[in-house]
C-alpha cells in the first residue's frame, strides 16, 4: 500500500464506504480485508476503532457513515428540536420525534423507532439523556423521574388552560401547545396527575 498521512488515509478509506458501501458494513476479517484492498491502505485497529467512533452501529452490528443516514441540515433539525423539548420539558416522546423526521431520514437503514432511538443517541452526544418506557410509551428524558417532570407539566398545562384557553382546550389546541408528546400520552399523564383537567366531549370534540 501507499504512505498516507492518518487524514489521507481515513479520507480515502471513507470514500470507499460512501460509494461501495451503502447498505452497510460490518467490521469482520473479510470485509476489513476487502476494504483494505479497495483503498489501498493499511486498515491497522487503530484506524478501525476510529471508523467505529464516526459510524452509527444499527443493533445487528452493521456500521453506517452518518451522512447516508441524513444530510447534516437534518441532524441539526434534530438536536435541536429535541433539545428544546428537554429544556422546555423536561422529556419527550421518542416517536412524536421519530414521527417527525422520518421522512427526512434513510428508512432502508433506520428501520423502526428502535434504530432511530439507537441513532439519536449517536448524533446528541452533548446532553446526557436516558430512554425509558412509561405510559406505555418511550420516551426520552433528562436526570430527573417521570414523576416529577410530570407534574412539572401538568402544573403548566392546568396554569395554561385557565389563564389562555378560558378553561376549556381541544386535543388538537393541546398537541398544538404541547407538542412532545402524542395525544394518547398527555391523556395518560393527566388521568394519572391532575385531578382538576377532566376529559370529555363538546360538540363531538374531545376536550
Not at 54 to 64: A, G, N, P, S, T
Request: glycine share 2%; hydrophobic share 35%; with cysteine.
Amino acid at each position: 500500500t501507499h504512505s498516507y498521512t492518518d487524514s489521507t488515509k481515513m479520507v480515502s478509506i471513507i470514500n470507499v464506504l460512501k460509494s461501495d458501501y451503502e447498505n452497510g458494513f460490518r467490521f469482520d476479517t473479510t470485509s476489513i480485508k476487502l476494504l483494505l484492498t479497495k483503498s489501498d491502505c493499511n486498515i491497522d485497529s487503530d484506524v478501525t476503532n476510529e471508523l467505529k467512533k464516526i459510524m452509527f452501529k444499527r443493533k445487528d452490528d452493521v456500521y453506517f457513515l452518518v451522512e447516508s443516514i441524513a444530510n447534516p441540515l437534518i441532524i441539526t433539525e434534530i438536536i435541536n428540536c429535541s433539545n428544546a423539548w428537554l429544556d422546555k420539558y423536561g422529556f419527550f416522546e421518542a416517536t412524536v420525534l421519530y414521527d417527525k423526521y422520518s421522512s427526512a431520514i434513510n428508512q432502508s437503514i433506520i428501520l423502526d423507532i428502535d434504530d432511530f432511538i439507537k441513532f439519536y443517541e449517536f448524533i446528541n452526544t452533548n446532553r446526557y439523556t436516558r430512554c425509558v418506557t412509561s405510559y406505555h410509551a418511550r420516551i426520552i428524558r433528562i436526570n430527573d423521574n417521570i414523576a416529577n417532570l410530570s407534574h412539572v407539566l401538568i402544573n403548566s398545562l392546568i396554569n395554561t388552560v385557565y389563564e389562555d384557553y378560558c378553561g376549556t382546550i381541544n386535543e388538537y389546541e393541546l398537541q398544538e401547545l404541547i407538542p412532545a408528546f402524542s395525544i394518547d400520552l398527555l391523556d395518560r399523564i393527566i388521568k394519572e396527575y391532575s385531578d382538576e383537567l377532566i376529559r370529555t366531549k363538546i360538540n363531538d370534540i374531545t376536550c
